[in-house]
């Protein structure tokens, strides 16, 4: 590993807190760059992921996904991990900790808002970060490719269903556009251009020159996450130091269902002896949010300023400090798996 990625912690430690100070230090200049959006897309947050994904993207060959189908435990178990489990224990997690264990902490109204906003952090599993996750582990890359694609297309027609029972909403309003273009913007336009440029450079007589490339791209996506980061907390600065206090109490079960989830999805994983490079991505995929959505669709709802918008917030606060500590244990605890993908 290099330097950027045995340190990957400290820099994004370090990423977060230079984006609250950019954020508090120059207002005028995040407000204008979180104008540049469309449906609720940044589109520097979009280029910045896109920069962050492309990378991995080369790595994946097409004509090895017709043989996912052979081993389907591993797109079997991120599905039911993301539309059978997660979703409800997020809504068990906020309820506990805000209908019992912090009511006499916080307004009946606010606690209402901010489970709203947990409950969308549960039922948008996550698109863009989680090709980080998986290259991070040694996952495999068109594995990966097709457990994300397959969890987009379930969310496009089970989302608003999803959110509406849990939230007690029959008339849920989902930004359409932001979900579909993020789909484009994360996955398929980074995957055009893998492909493309795997074309253009694989070549028999020097295989090489893919390998030699891959390398030199390796530290773009660790740059891309780093920006991205710096900017998603500089949108956010006046919000996080104007409510520390709250923001704790979100950080709590939204950190005991992510380690939660993880425990869950890693213990089915080695039950059904999958290999390591299935597994982890499986259940980086089952525990991470697509947080760009959750906020997307809390602001669309309940406003730029609800204490939903603000734990959907909390949701990127805490979502990759945590991923990064599970990406770390994957590591370690590669050897309870398998090597090969037979399954």
Excluded at 4 to 24: C, S
Excluded at 171 to 197: K, Q
Excluded at 214 to 225: A, D, E, R
Excluded at 263 to 289: D, E, F, Q, V, W
Aim: a neutral charge.
């Amino acid at each position: 590993m290099g330097i950027f990625e045995r340190y990957l912690t400290l820099w994004v430690g370090l990423a977060i807190v230079a984006g609250v100070v950019a954020g508090v230090a120059m207002p005028d200049l995040f407000a204008t760059l979180a104008g540049w959006e469309y449906a609720h897309v940044n589109w520097l947050v979009a280029v910045l992921i896109w920069i962050m994904i492309y990378p991995m993207m080369v790595q994946v060959d097409l004509s090895a996904i017709k043989d996912v189908g052979k081993r389907p435990k591993g797109l079997v178990l991120t599905l039911v991990i993301n539309w059978l489990i997660k979703p409800f224990t997020m809504v068990a997690l906020g309820w506990l900790f805000f209908r019992v264990f912090f009511a006499s902490l916080v307004p009946e109204a606010d606690a209402t808002a901010y489970i709203a906003g947990m409950v969308l952090l549960g039922v948008a599993p996550c698109t863009a970060m989680v090709f980080v996750w998986s290259q991070l582990t040694k996952g495999d890359a068109n594995y990966t490719l097709v457990q994300v694609s397959v969890n987009d297309l379930i969310m496009v027609f089970a989302f608003a269903p999803i959110a509406g029972f849990l939230l007690g909403v029959t008339d849920i309003h989902v930004p359409w556009e932001t979900l579909l273009l993020s789909v484009l913007m994360y996955v398929v336009i980074p995957l055009v251009a893998g492909v493309v440029t795997r074309k253009l450079l694989h070549c028999d007589q020097q295989p090489q020159r893919l390998q030699q490339f891959s390398g030199m791209l390796k530290p773009w996506s660790i740059v891309g996450l780093l920006a991205t980061v710096v900017l998603l907390f500089g949108f956010q600065a006046e919000t996080i130091l104007a409510k520390p206090q709250v923001i704790v109490l979100i950080a709590i079960p939204l950190m005991l269902q992510t380690y939660g989830i993880f425990a869950i999805a890693y213990y089915l994983a080695k039950r059904l002896k999958l290999p390591h490079n299935i597994a982890a991505p499986a259940c980086m995929i089952g525990t991470s949010n697509f947080f760009e959505l959750a906020v997307a669709v809390a602001i669309s709802l309940f406003g730029l300023h609800s204490g939903a918008a603000l734990a959907t917030v909390v949701g990127v606060l805490v979502e990759v400090p945590v991923m990064l500590s599970l990406v770390a244990f994957a590591n370690r605890t590669r050897h309870w798996f398998r090597t090969d993908a037979t399954n």
